[in-house]
């Protein structure tokens, strides 16, 4: 059963989201504006990025000061009281850049750590605002969109699944993970590539996608929608027992994980080298 401080943290994971993504969709209207590079100059971040995470650290540290804070564009902090919001302000920021409406406002909040080996999600909420989403789950409580029970579609088999991928903003890993996807794309009924791993991940809890993978996500690209594909139905981990993280992440409904964890095993172990994350 849903504990009522698991409740109360979704609820703030929402609002908190659903303000946050409506700075987002304004800042987006008016013009956005590239404040720096990051990893590479096609990794760009805006002053919306920065302007909606300070508003979401607010929020969240008015409504819970002992909390620690771990986002992608400001500095981490620890908290007392055990838990951490985990937080991306604008994923997908070249779509955002670029007008496509697939982008999102990230929140999750974890008990431990911000390291997805060992931390325990609690709830989570992925908005976009640009198309009036709201993705949520909140850990043994399941999943929603809208408000809509979310389950992840079950008895596909590989050749007509259609997966979901992204790639490095590093020109070399990703010319090695386009030879990844060239060994793959035959034998599924195609592949698709949107540029959002938390909507990515959401999508299939909704079916919109059978599986979604990636190397290289950092802990605010997956927490909240990681959360929303397991309580989904979704099989959310990497290669063998390993739980998601920096070097893999792997969601699907549970028949077909298993029917494409060991091609993708092949298919990473003969294209891509250990250290392309």
């Avoid at 590539?193 to 919109?208: K, N």
């Avoid at 802990?219 to 998601?244: C, I, K, M, S, T």
Wanted: charged content about 25%; hydrophobic content about 45%.
């Amino acid at each position: 059963m849903t504990t009522p401080a698991s409740t109360e943290l979704l609820a703030l994971a929402q609002k908190t989201a659903i303000t946050a993504g409506e700075l987002a969709r304004r800042r987006r209207a008016e013009g956005v504006e590239i404040a720096a590079s990051k990893s590479s100059p096609e990794d760009v971040v805006t002053l919306a990025d920065r302007e909606t995470e300070t508003r979401i650290r607010e929020l969240l540290a008015d409504a819970r000061p002992n909390d620690g804070f771990y986002g992608e564009e400001s500095t981490a902090t620890a908290g007392t009281s055990g838990l951490t919001w985990v937080v991306d302000p604008i994923d997908g920021t070249v779509n955002y850049l670029y007008g496509i409406p697939f982008y999102a406002v990230s929140i999750a909040v974890v008990e431990g750590d911000a390291d997805p080996a060992t931390w325990n999600a609690l709830a989570g909420a992925v908005r976009n605002p640009a198309i009036d989403e709201l993705f949520s789950a909140r850990a043994g409580g399941g999943a929603e969109l809208n408000g809509r029970r979310l389950q992840v579609k079950t008895g596909v088999p590989l050749s007509l699944a259609l997966f979901g991928t992204g790639f490095s903003y590093d020109s070399v890993r990703r010319t090695r993970q386009a030879k990844v996807l060239h060994g793959l794309i035959h034998r599924v009924r195609d592949v698709r590539r949107m540029g959002a791993a938390s909507l990515d991940l959401c999508s299939v809890a909704a079916g919109r996608l059978d599986l979604y993978y990636e190397r290289g996500l950092n802990p605010w690209d997956h927490a909240a929608g990681g959360l929303v594909a397991a309580e989904a139905g979704a099989r959310v981990g990497a290669f063998g027992d390993d739980r998601e993280g920096l070097n893999l992440l792997i969601a699907a409904a549970p028949d077909l994980y298993a029917t494409a964890e060991p091609l993708l095993v092949n298919l990473f172990n003969e294209f891509m080298a250990d250290d392309d994350i």
